[in-house]
């Protein structure tokens, strides 16, 4: 099982790239920082996909797919979403042929972190996540949360820790099969 990781927050080492260390523990993972790319918003234009399209071949190779974001605004960070709605001209570019068929097959799972109650205020992001899979019809495999405002402050949320955990439990038993 190949898994590809893609990290949407603007900050290096920041609490859900921390967070997502503990899930990824010893794992062999793709691991994508949007922040170092250049991903133009959708177009009428031809020719505008910066290192859009490199990506996305790069996504369809892998089974397992972990998006990483802190919690902007009550969703995911404008990187991450950015990435997501490129997926629209995806599904229509003659490219890549048959992209929703090929997503059916993978895994999603979500790792993100709020500084404000993000148990309850990272919610809608996590719906929101349910929704983008149920329409390609990926498989939502979970989501971890963890509170964290400054750098670091993730590490003192156990409860955080112990899902990322058990998430990397799961991924290296979906990677030994």
């Known amino acids: 099982m190949k898994i590809i990781a893609f990290y949407g927050s603007i900050r290096d080492k920041g609490n859900s790239e921390t ?4 899930a990824l523990q010893d794992l062999d993972v793709t691991k994508v ?5 250049h991903i133009n918003p959708i177009s009428t234009q031809r020719h505008e996909d ?8 790069k996504q369809v190779l892998a089974d397992i797919i972990l998006f990483v974001t802190p919690v902007y605004w009550y969703g995911m960070s404008s990187l991450l979403k950015l990435y997501i709605d490129r997926w629209s001209k995806t599904l229509r570019d003659p490219s ?6 090929k997503m059916k097959a993978k895994e999603v799972h979500l790792i993100t972190v709020g500084g404000d109650e993000p148990y309850i205020k990272a919610l809608p992001m996590i719906q929101q996540m349910q929704f983008i899979c149920d329409f390609l019809q990926m498989k939502f495999g979970s989501y971890v949360i963890g509170k964290g405002d400054k750098k670091g402050d993730v590490l003192i949320d156990k ?8 998430l990397n439990h799961y991924f290296k038993n979906q990677t030994n099969h």
């Open 19 to 22: 967070l997502a260390d503990f």
């Open 33 to 37: 920082f949007l922040r170092d790319y």
């Open 50 to 57: 910066g290192d859009y399209q490199k990506l996305i071949r």
């Open 96 to 101: 890549m042929p048959n992209f929703k068929e």
């Open 159 to 166: 409860n955080a820790l112990n899902s990322a955990a058990h």
